[in-house]
């Protein structure tokens, strides 16, 4: 929960587009991890695969459309970053009761092994497959003179 209060408070101290949509795949990595270890392994995969789906379209649009500038970051937001993460690693309390944290974690093992099973293995291979096929057409069918929405040099 820290890491993302963390993370919000970066997101809005940046202005950079890229370094935002960096940021925002970043906390959609966690939160499809938390929901994974929570619920099902397959919800935090969807949701991971649908957003950053979507959140690549939107990268490829922002990385076409602004100038090539340097990210300079200004020593006030290092100076801050820097100080709020150690506070918060100061303020992080050591885990109070190891044997709940190690027996959750252990379910949490058990929960994700229920995504690659040996009965699902070759649907899931066959789907990569799939998948790596699908990519090598879409590449050999675009035309690399029509693709990016800005001209070439």
């Known amino acids: 929960m820290k890491i993302m209060l963390l993370m919000s408070t970066m997101f809005n101290l940046s202005m950079h587009?890229?370094?935002l949509?960096?940021?925002?795949?970043?906390k959609t990595l966690l939160i499809s991890t938390l929901i994974s270890a929570w619920q099902s392994?397959?919800?935090g995969m969807i949701l991971f695969i649908i957003f950053s789906g979507g959140m690549l379209v939107v990268f490829i649009y922002i990385a076409s459309i602004i100038p090539n500038e340097m990210f300079k970051p200004s020593m006030i937001q290092v100076t801050f970053f820097i100080m709020f993460t150690?506070?918060?690693i100061m303020k992080t309390p050591p885990f109070i009761n190891m044997s709940l944290t190690s027996n959750q974690m252990n379910m949490n093992n058990m929960n994700m092994l229920k995504l690659f099973n040996?009965?699902?293995y070759t649907i899931t291979i066959m789907l990569m497959i799939y998948?790596?096929?699908a990519l090598l057409v879409v590449v050999y069918?675009?035309?690399f003179k029509k693709g990016p929405l800005r001209k070439m040099a």
């Open 17 to 19: 587009p890229l370094i």
């Open 118 to 120: 040996a009965q699902s």
């Open 86 to 88: 150690t506070l918060f």
């Open 21 to 26: 949509v960096i940021m925002l795949l970043m």
């Open 41 to 43: 392994a397959w919800i």
């Open 141 to 143: 069918i675009t035309d």
């Open 131 to 133: 998948l790596l096929i």
